[in-house]
């Protein structure tokens, strides 16, 4: 089996993603969702004719959307499980249009639900009622690329693919990727403080964006646009909107560091027989390959599964229990070789590991990143998906999955688990075939008091948004909350920002 790795890449993958998804259409639209969660609409008011005219003087005809086909994306969530009836799309292209429209809408007291790529999946990004989208789709412009430093300038409407390809044509790269890289933009990024594959290495975005310009919910611009490593001149006010969902302000502007693009890479898919072997498998890969590991991703047999059932792709490797995705990133590529040689001999010594490959070509390596990128896609064609992103600690990382799946018995369709394991965030998924509030007063909140009783998060990456919002009392404290709530108050005293979301 052995002989497999470094000299024998299986090409079983036949399709890579492009990474631009589309949900499978077998679900028809849902149902509202005030009605399917009985929400009560805040005291907001509607939309008017001369609150037309005033967008249409800002904006444009061609800045609008208001043919109710075209509204119908923008009013359902990535996930089709959510659904908006917002009557206006808004599409600004400048960051004073923005101030122009905010500044109105909190005067008239228009709720407004801002949208970048809407690949959000905790219902952040859609209206709950009649709210007014701002989608910031058309701010996609470059502004500046300093090389020496690696910072980069940028609208916040940019698909943070291809800021990616723009900085990789010049030796740099986004210190943030994830599967939806294709559709979401940065400032949805900077709004869910997105995780990802490359957090392991580079650490959340709190740590990489320097700085920020944000439009008040009353049109005032703050300008906080800072561009040095290292201010430490006041409140890092920027940091306030970072996973702030919409609610605090709208991201116009970006300056985020970006890394130089590393010469030398390489991607080890591995099997192993039990979870716990994979936990020994990662510890001895952050002493064998310290410096150079980039990403940590693992998933079950049950996600591979899904994958394989749904998609062209198949496990490199044949069936495993479990795999490890371990990704290095160095700047030579024969000592990185060298150390992953020992890396998995010694592993397989030890018996962590049954089997592997190694990729070390982009095209073999975007073609088992495939199989880890496909599962949302092939997630969404296996019927309704009950999806928690959750953190948790080493002890009770993936027993958790057993035990929902113990505590889910037939009632699921599949229960499986992936994620990211180097910054103990699991993706933790339930199918079943068609949504059931029955099914879901099942799950939750149970679900939500087992991760708080096991010391994890609810969240992990994806935010709270609409879904997990009325959970948020449950694990933050009250000091917590109200602190939370006081801020709010300072910079949405009218509550016009992505009402029914997060608070
Ligand atoms: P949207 O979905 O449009 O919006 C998300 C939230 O941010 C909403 O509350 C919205 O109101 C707010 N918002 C958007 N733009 C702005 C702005 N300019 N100013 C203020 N508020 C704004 N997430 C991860 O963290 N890690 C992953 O690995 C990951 N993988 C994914 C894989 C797939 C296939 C999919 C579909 C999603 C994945 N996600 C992941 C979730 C999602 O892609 C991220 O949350 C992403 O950051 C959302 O960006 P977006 O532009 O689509 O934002
Ligand atoms: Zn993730």
Redesign the pocket.
Known sequence: MRKRIFNNFKTLLSSASNNI?HVNKLHSYPNFTKNVYQVNRGPYKSLEEHHLTFFRDVLGENGMIVDLCDLEKYNV???KQLRGCSTLVLRPTTTQQISKILSFCNHNHLAV?????????CG??TPVFDEVILS?ELMNKVIHLDELSGVLTCE??CV?QQLNDFLVERDLMMPID???KG???????????????RLYRYGNLHGNVLGLE?VKADGEVLDCMNTLKKDNTGYHLQHL?IG????L????KVAIQCAPKPKSVHLLFLGAQNFTKVLKAYKKARYDLGEIISAVECMDHQTMELVEEHSELSSPIGPYPFYLIIETSGSESVHDQKKLEGYFNGCMDKHFILNGVVATSAAQREKLWSIR?G???SMYQDGYVFSY?ISLPFSSYYDFVTEMREYMGKKAHRVFGFG?LGDGNIHLQISIKEFSNEILNYIEPHIYNRVDELHGSISA???I?FLKRKYLPKIKSSENLSTMRKLKMLMDPKGIL?PY?VL
């Open positions: 998804f969530d990535f996930t639900c801002t949208q970048g790529g809407n690949t959000g999946i952040g990004a910031t916040a409407g943070l994830l599967g939806a559709s979401c933009q940065i400032g949805g990024n900077l709004s869910t403080n997105a995780g990802g594959i944000v909107f702030s969902e919409g609610t302000g709208i991201i116009t990128e599962i949302a896609h992103d990211h990456e994806h935010g948004g992505n979301k």
